[in-house]
């Protein structure tokens, strides 16, 4: 069975900070690993995907993250905090194996102070 | 591209009676379709996967007789809450797959069962 756990139920950033979320996962078999973001009352937009090809990943906004196997980690960062990224974000994980289900994360709120 | 759409955006109706929820793949064929529920301020979690023409699959513990899901095409599905009771108030995504890795999820439909 897969699983993400995401630590830290809420994440507070300066304006121009850098961000950093934490997401670890558990896979029996090579993952695909997923960021979204959500803002109150809205669907989920993806920020960035990892599919097997190179660990570092870019997405919008200016977030990236790192897919480190010895770990077992897809944390998301970014070098610097603006007040838009106030939002949730949720790390998922599928198997690669063909289509399967997202498994979620419990989210991350991060907060940005001016 | 892979525009997902879901109408209503919101809906506010009296316990009792059955509301419908429609997910729209824009410009795509979704071969299958996903329904979620979210609480306020936690994660998104899995009702049923639907497949254009045969039934819907239900997560442990989600009534089907409650949540009716059609999916009658490779662009419609459709969530029914029959009966709806104000323990059914919550924020409803729905995510459309084209055969690829990725979901592309809906806006969102708020429900409110007074």
């Known amino acids: 069975a897969q699983s993400v756990t995401q630590l830290g139920s809420h994440v507070s950033v300066s304006e121009g900070a850098l961000v950093l979320l934490r997401c670890n996962y558990s896979?029996?078999?090579?993952?695909?690993l997923f960021w979204y973001v959500q803002y109150p009352n809205q669907g989920l937009q993806l920020l960035l995907k990892?599919?097997?090809?190179?660990?570092l990943v870019k997405g919008i906004n200016g977030f990236e993250a790192e897919f480190k196997k010895s770990e077992t980690s897809f944390h998301l960062t970014k070098p610097s905090a603006h007040m838009s990224d106030a939002a949730e974000y949720f790390c998922a994980v599928t198997l690669n194996t063909g289509f399967q289900k997202l498994v979620f994360g419990t989210g991350t709120r991060l907060l940005v102070s001016p | 591209g892979a525009v997902v759409s879901q109408h209503p955006s919101r809906v506010i109706c009296k316990s009792g009676t059955s509301v419908k929820i429609e997910c729209r793949s824009l410009?795509?064929?979704?071969?299958?379709m996903f329904w979620y529920r979210q609480f306020p301020k936690q994660s998104l979690m899995l009702m049923a996967t639907s497949n254009e023409g045969s039934k819907a699959t239900y997560e442990q513990g989600v009534e089907k007789d409650k949540f009716l899901i059609n999916h009658a095409s490779l662009t419609l599905s459709t969530l029914t809450v029959a009966s709806a009771h104000p323990e059914d108030s919550s924020f409803y995504i729905c995510s459309a797959h084209r055969g690829d890795y990725e979901q592309y999820f809906g806006p969102g439909t708020r429900l409110t069962v007074t």
């Open positions: 410009d795509f064929q979704a071969t299958t």
């Open positions: 990892y599919t097997s090809a190179a660990t």
């Open positions: 896979s029996s078999v090579p993952p695909y």
